[in-house]
Nanobody, 117 residues
Framework: QVQLVESGGGLVQPGGSLRLSCAAS????????MHWYRQAPGKQRELVAV???????NYADSVKGRFTISRDNAKNTVYLQMNSLKPEDTAVYYC???????????WGQGTQVTVSS
């Protein structure tokens, strides 16, 4: 059974930082591209960052220079370090694992990030 469990969300003031974690089980983690998505109220889910099995990364323009995605294959965990947070970063953040050999995606349950003073 595949499980992705996010943690690390919460309430933070503008300009603050949070680190999200996503622990995976039931997959060969090192083979998978890992993504962070987010969905704000009334908006579509959007891709925030991706880290591929080889370690290459891409970011949404809105978070470039502020967010950093990383992975620890020994711990089957992907991270999202979020700095200089803005109110518009408020959303539910979801972890996603994309299979390298088939059109199969696994999702976590999401973690709420609220940026407010």
């Amino acid at each position: 059974q595949v499980q992705l469990v996010e943690s690390g969300g919460g309430l933070v003031q503008p300009g603050g930082s949070l680190r999200l974690s996503c622990a995976a089980s039931g997959i060969i983690f090192s083979f998978y591209a890992m993504h962070w998505y987010r969905q704000a109220p009334g908006k579509q889910r959007e891709l925030v960052a991706v880290i591929r099995s080889g370690g290459s990364t891409n970011y949404a323009d809105s978070v470039k220079g502020r967010f950093t995605i990383s992975r620890d294959n020994a711990k089957n965990t992907v991270y999202l370090q979020m700095n200089s947070l803005k109110p518009e970063d408020t959303a539910v953040y979801y972890c996603n694992a994309a299979s390298p050999v088939a059109d199969i995606n696994y999702w976590g349950q999401g973690t709420q990030v609220t940026v407010s003073s």
